[in-house]
């Protein structure tokens, strides 16, 4: 029984991520490694994970493969998430990701099932009976081969008519796709946001102003990922910044995903948006700090969030 708003997270493009570890990695060379870690994955799932990890409620909605959606699926129970399926033909693809002793982690993503708009009608079918005012719905990742833009953009639309506030967090959309949808958050990371403005961002106050030309906009909520320096927010309210303690990481994959799940807990807790921000980077350098996919344990995120520092711009 849901006692406050819902959060739900929409995947339509799962993975296994999969985590290599090798000694040493050449491109055009055969190279020997060993799987150390095979998780479900994808934006949405990563989100809901970490929800579910620090105890808010959410549901996530997935599209499975016929072929290996129950292997997958045995994975969320593992977690304890609370998710509902759409089975489609084939299989769920795999993100591999190879780290050495001597380099930056190397990633390979691979392409997901083809499938068609209809997967938009049967996600609709799920969430429209269940929607409220207030509720937010996060729509991440890539969209699948066979499902157009404008197809996505109207259903995303008619959810939004049904009272869900829009998280967004997709290289698929353009900058005026987001413009003309206007989400209520959006968190590019500084390569994208220059990639929006079609200029170059190389200054903290570029960064703030990119942020600000945004909203302006309107979209209400531009959070954008610093990677270790924290994170910004600009929103009605103004603009603030978050910065982490140094952290030893063990891996970034999913680090994001799970900052939009900390901005989302605060908002589920009725805070303030210094605290929405100082959650997220909270959430999301503690989840650098578990190996592989894993979300942020509750443990690491107070540890980290004690030493979050939080500037009014």
Do not use: Q
Not at 168 to 174: E, L
């Amino acid at each position: 029984r849901w006692l406050k708003m819902k959060i739900i997270t929409i995947t339509l493009n799962p993975a296994f991520d999969v985590h290599c570890s090798a000694g040493h990695f050449e491109a055009c060379h055969e190279n020997l490694a060993v799987v150390t870690e095979r998780e479900a994955g994808g934006k949405g799932v990563n989100i809901s994970r970490a929800l579910a990890m620090n105890n808010v409620k959410n549901l996530a909605l997935l599209a499975v493969g016929s072929e290996n959606g129950d292997e997958f699926c045995r994975e969320l129970d593992k977690d304890g998430m609370e998710y509902e399926t759409i089975v489609v033909e084939g299989r769920i693809r795999e993100n591999i990701t190879i780290h050495t002793n001597d380099a930056p982690e190397t990633r390979l993503s691979f392409t997901g099932f083809d499938t068609d708009s209809a997967l938009l009608t049967a996600f609709e079918e799920k969430l429209i009976p269940i929607l409220a005012d207030g509720d937010v719905v996060t729509f991440t990742g890539r969209v699948p081969s066979g499902i157009s833009i404008e197809d996505v953009k109207a259903f995303l639309r008619r959810l939004e008519a049904k009272g869900a506030r829009l998280v967004i967090d997709s290289r698929s959309f353009s900058k005026d796709d987001l413009l003309d949808m206007k989400p209520w958050l959006i968190k590019p990371n500084e390569e994208e946001i220059a990639v929006y403005l079609e200029r170059e961002i190389n200054s903290f106050e570029s960064v703030i102003e990119g942020a600000r030309e945004i909203h302006a906009r309107g979209i209400e909520n531009v959070m954008i990922s610093l990677g270790s320096k924290g994170a910004l927010l600009v929103c009605k309210d103004g603009a603030f910044v978050a910065r982490p303690p140094k952290i030893t990481a063990l891996s970034t994959i999913g680090a994001g995903d799970s900052s939009i799940g900390g901005f989302l807990s605060a908002v589920y807790d009725g805070t303030d948006p210094a605290e929405m921000i100082k959650r997220a980077v909270s959430f999301g350098s503690a989840a650098c700090m578990s190996a592989g996919t894993r979300p942020p344990v509750p443990a690491d995120v107070a540890k980290v969030y004690a030493d979050v520092t939080v500037e009014r711009i």
